[in-house]
C-alpha cells in the first residue's frame, strides 16, 4: 500500500494586515507552513527565503527524515543569517517554520515557533504540536490556564523561531498515518482566532478545499487580525502509476514566485528589444509643439493683456498651488504614524519625522513605560531610527512588539542582543518535550 497526501492550501492577508507575511507550501508528501514577523524588518521576506531554503535542501526521499528535517532547518537559519549580513537593514526579521513530510509508513512533523499541526483521526482532533512560547511555558508549568494564555499579554512572545542570529533545534513528532486521517497545518491567524471545537467541525465534513475555504471564511469573519494561512491534508492510498498532485506555493512565497515570474517575460517588440513608452508628461514637455509660436501667430489683431500681467498671472497661479499643497501635505502628514523615542523612552507619534522652517512635523500622541536601554540593540537601534507605522492600530502593534522584546530581556539570562544585568528569572522550560531548545526570538511573530 503506497500512502500520499490529497491537499488542499490557502492564504489570505486578514482583515487588518496591509501586506502577507505567510508562506506555505504543500503537496503529495511534504506541507510546510512559515509565518513571518518582523513588520518594516520584512517578515515577508523571512518567510519566503526561509521556506525557499528549506525546500531546496531537503532530498525527496530521505533516508532519516528527522535527521534530513533538521539539517533542512539550519539550511534555513543559516540562509536568513547571510541575508542580514549581507542587508543590515533585515535585521529583525523572522519566520517560524512548521513542516510536514510523509515518507513510506510514517509522518514526521518539524515545528520552530506556534504555527501549528492537528491531526484529525476517528472523529478526534488531536494537536500534534507544541507552541514554543513564553506563555505556553508558563502553561506547562501550571502557572497560568489555557484560558488565560488566550489573551495573556506576552502570547506572541517565542521562545523560538528562525531569525538569523541563534541556531534553533526544531521539536519533532511522528504519527503512523491511517487512511482517513486528516491533517491541518496552520498559522496562529487562524488557531489564535477559531476555537479548536470549531475546527473540528469544520474539518469533519467536506473535501480539503472546501475544508479550507470555510476555515478561512470563519477566520475572516472573527475579525482576522493577522494573517491567515492553512493547508488540510487527507491520506489516501494511491497507485504507484497514478500522478501525484501538483504542488502549490500560497502566501507571501507565491506573490514572489509571481513577481518573478513577471520580470522575466516582460513584452518585447519584433526585434527582440524590451519596449518602453514614453510617459505621457515627458512627451508634452519635450514634444513638438511650440505653443510660443502658435501664441505668436494668433496674436494678430487680436487685444493683449499687459505684458505685467502675463507674468504675474503663472506667479500666482504657483503661490496659490503651492498654498494648495502645503495645506494638504500636512494633513496627510497627520494621518501618518511612527513609533520613537521620546527623552529616553518608547512613544507614539503622529506625523512624520521631519522639520519644516524649524517646525517638527511631529507630535507625541501616546508615551510607553518601555525604556530604550531595557530593548535589544537592533530594536533600541530601529526605534531611535523611527518605525513607520501606516495607522494608530499598526503603531500599537509596534509597541506590544518591543514590549515583549523588553520583556524577554528580564525572564532569560542575558539574551542575545539585550543589555546586560536586566535578567531578573531563570529561563523558564519552553516545553515537556526534551528535544526542545528554547531561545528567545528577538521579535514576536505577530501581535
Not at 539550511?75 to 526579521?93: F, N, T
Not at 503512523?176 to 467541525?201: F, I, N, W
Not at 518585447?268 to 509660436?293: C, H, K, L, N, R
Not at 487685444?303 to 496627510?332: D, E, K, N, S, T
Request: proline share 6%; charged share 20%.
Amino acid at each position: 500500500m503506497t500512502l500520499e497526501l490529497h491537499f488542499s492550501a490557502r492564504s489570505h492577508v486578514g482583515k487588518v494586515r496591509k501586506g502577507n507575511e505567510d508562506s506555505g507550501y504543500a503537496s503529495s508528501h511534504l506541507i510546510v507552513i512559515a509565518d513571518g514577523m518582523g513588520g518594516h524588518a520584512a517578515g515577508e521576506v523571512a518567510s519566503t527565503a526561509a521556506l525557499k531554503a528549506f525546500l531546496d535542501d531537503l532530498p525527496s526521499d530521505p533516508a532519516e527524515p528527522d535527521v534530513a528535517l533538521r539539517d533542512s532547518v539550519a539550511v534555513a537559519g543559516r540562509r536568513l543569517r547571510e541575508m542580514i549580513r549581507d542587508q543590515p537593514e533585515l535585521e529583525g526579521m523572522g519566520t517560524t517554520l512548521t513542516a510536514l513530510l510523509q515518507v513510506g509508513d510514517r509522518v514526521h512533523i518539524a515545528q520552530v515557533g506556534d504555527s501549528r499541526g492537528y491531526l484529525l483521526r476517528d472523529g478526534v482532533l488531536e494537536q500534534v504540536t507544541h507552541d514554543q512560547t513564553f506563555v505556553q511555558s508558563l502553561v506547562d508549568q501550571g502557572r497560568i490556564s489555557h484560558d488565560a494564555a488566550r489573551t495573556h499579554p506576552q502570547r506572541s512572545l517565542l521562545l523560538q523561531a528562525l531569525d538569523g542570529r541563534v541556531e534553533v533545534e526544531p521539536v519533532i513528532a511522528v504519527r503512523s498515518p491511517q487512511v482517513g486521517d486528516r491533517y491541518l497545518l496552520c498559522s496562529d491567524g487562524l488557531s489564535g482566532v477559531l476555537a479548536e471545537a470549531t475546527m473540528r467541525e469544520v474539518l469533519m465534513v467536506g473535501s480539503p478545499d472546501e475544508a479550507v475555504a470555510q476555515l478561512v471564511d470563519l477566520a475572516l469573519r472573527g475579525g482576522a487580525p493577522d494573517n491567515v494561512t492553512c493547508v488540510v491534508a487527507d491520506v489516501a492510498e494511491t497507485d504507484d502509476g497514478t500522478a501525484a498532485e501538483q504542488p502549490v506555493l500560497v502566501g507571501a512565497a507565491a506573490e514572489a514566485a509571481a513577481a518573478e515570474a513577471a520580470g522575466s517575460t516582460r513584452s518585447t517588440d519584433s526585434t527582440g528589444t524590451t519596449g518602453s513608452t514614453a510617459s505621457p508628461v515627458i512627451a508634452a514637455a519635450t514634444g513638438g509643439t511650440d505653443a510660443g509660436a502658435a501664441d505668436r501667430g494668433s496674436g494678430e489683431g487680436k487685444h493683449r493683456r499687459p505684458r505685467g500681467f502675463r507674468l504675474l498671472l503663472p506667479l500666482l497661479l504657483v503661490v496659490a498651488l503651492v498654498g494648495v499643497a502645503a495645506i494638504f501635505g500636512y494633513r496627510w502628514t497627520q494621518t501618518q504614524y511612527f513609533v520613537g523615542s521620546d527623552r529616553g523612552q518608547v512613544a507614539i507619534y503622529r506625523g512624520v519625522p521631519q522639520h519644516l522652517v524649524g517646525r517638527s512635523l511631529a507630535t507625541v500622541v501616546e508615551s510607553s513605560d518601555i525604556k530604550l536601554d531595557a530593548l535589544p540593540t537592533f530594536a533600541r537601534a530601529q526605534v531611535d531610527a523611527t518605525i513607520q507605522a501606516p495607522s494608530l492600530a499598526e503603531a500599537h502593534a509596534i509597541v506590544a512588539r518591543l514590549q515583549a522584546q523588553a520583556a524577554s530581556c528580564t525572564v532569560y539570562p542575558e539574551p542575545d542582543g539585550c543589555p546586560t544585568g536586566l535578567a531578573t528569572a531563570p529561563s523558564p522550560t519552553p516545553s515537556p518535550t526534551p528535544s526542545a531548545s528554547p531561545t528567545v526570538s528577538a521579535s514576536p511573530s505577530r501581535t
